[in-house]
């Protein structure tokens, strides 16, 4: 590096060189001595500290969205994230994909080693804020097309505080965060493997891509109902009066609107008052039918059937549509293991946790009390003792006192 250019840099101390694409360096974040990492620090709120542009997205915004996406030279992620953003208001969209989400991060995780679950390191991550928080926005990245996760505060072998990165920085192709929506460079963000987590269940769009035309879809359907509920919903009260005059006229049009929905008006005499009511009963069905029919292509677009978000099926044909649920849950929990032992954990241990090089997150098996009782009754009647602690962890009991496994002293009575 030249003098000149040497000149220009920011006074950073020697431990950390920052940042990729910033300043042209490879980045190499120490977690040594946190003070160190203040400086990084600032640039990242620099960086997140966005103002959220609200209002209601259309096709031609959807279709923008995905020109920019799609874009070879220069790709643009925010378009689309503000679509995906404000299609997520809708309800139907939002269970199903909390649905989706909830069955993956509602699993017990933890640590074990060598297929054993070890208690000390799963207290690392066991009802810690910062572990929920990023299972879920890392799940999430299934329908957004990726999570980009900063570990904003910490120490020494804790974690502190995560946050996410607003999508619409992020070039997922290009490994970039950009600084601002209009920028061109930003920091490289693969080569920061100490405090930025990147998570991507699905591929870079993420199913909102598709899911946004039935979620702005179904928005103009509410709204075209809502027009149909004020036309006709209400009877149209028609006033017949036998004078001409407009000011006659005037008043009268007043004391109509005045009515609004009470029963009862006074008005002069000669005056009629008809009410029309809409003799078109079943209209409301084309609103409703449209509606049900775009709830059921995104259920099946995010959990691939329909049946346990509807009601009216089959236990047989429910039964099949949650088999289809429990293998897409499946393919989402191998993700989220595969995340976390090959992103987390690494960045785990260079924050200064005491992690194993064997060690790794899986799932503990949850056991079905039902079925559990069955086979330990089995054991017990084949001679086996099971042990106290074993009977509170499966079936969730405390228990005070074991009975005495001893034979009975003999009484000396027949």
Not at 144 to 149: A, E, N, R, V
Request: aromatic share 10%; hydrophobic share 35%.
């Amino acid at each position: 590096m030249s003098k000149d250019k040497k000149a220009t840099m920011p006074n950073i101390e020697s431990e950390i060189n920052f940042s990729g694409n910033a300043l042209k360096k490879a980045v190499s974040l120490s977690s040594s001595d946190q003070k160190k990492i203040k400086k990084i620090t600032n640039v990242m709120v620099d960086v997140i500290r966005r103002q959220r542009r609200l209002w209601r997205m259309e096709v031609s915004n959807w279709q923008h969205g995905r020109f920019a996406r799609y874009n070879s030279d220069i790709p643009r992620t925010f378009p689309m994230q503000e679509v995906n953003d404000d299609v997520m208001l809708d309800g139907h969209l939002t269970g199903i994909t909390e649905n989706r989400t909830l069955r993956t991060t509602n699993k017990d995780y933890i640590f074990s080693i060598d297929g054993k679950k070890d208690d000390t390191l799963t207290e690392l991550i066991k009802a810690k804020k910062w572990f929920e928080y990023l299972i879920e926005h890392a799940h999430k990245s299934t329908y957004y097309g990726y999570s980009l996760i900063w570990v904003e505060a910490f120490k020494k072998g804790e974690i502190l505080k995560l946050q996410l990165i607003p999508r619409g920085l992020v070039i997922p192709e290009h490994n970039v965060l950009l600084y601002d929506l209009s920028a061109v460079n930003g920091i490289d963000y693969s080569e920061i493997k100490d405090v930025l987590l990147y998570a991507q269940f699905y591929d870079h769009i993420g199913l909102l891509e598709k899911a946004a035309p039935f979620a702005i879809l179904k928005r103009h359907s509410w709204g075209s109902w809502d027009e149909f509920e004020e036309l006709f919903g209400v009877p149209i009260r028609i006033a017949k009066i036998a004078s001409s005059s407009e000011t006659v006229k005037n008043e009268v049009a007043e004391w109509l609107e005045e009515m609004g929905s009470a029963a009862y008006g006074v008005f002069p005499t000669g005056t009629e008052v008809d009410i029309v009511e809409n003799s078109k009963q079943d209209a409301f069905n084309v609103f409703y039918k449209k509606i049900e029919a775009l709830d059921k292509e995104m259920s099946k677009l995010v959990l691939h059937q329909t049946m346990t978000t509807e009601n009216g099926s089959s236990k047989a044909q429910g039964g099949v549509h949650e088999n289809t649920l429990g293998e897409i849950v499946a393919a989402d929990e191998k993700r989220m293991l595969a995340f976390l032992n090959d992103d987390l954990v690494p960045c785990m241990r260079k924050l200064g946790y005491n992690i194993p090089e064997n060690a790794k997150i899986t799932v503990e098996a949850t056991k079905d009390p039902t079925e559990q009782i069955k086979i330990d009754g089995e054991f017990m009647r084949n001679g086996y003792i099971l042990k106290q602690s074993y009977i509170e962890d499966v079936y969730g009991t405390e228990i005070e006192s074991m009975p005495s496994t001893k034979d009975p002293e003999p009484t000396g009575k027949d």
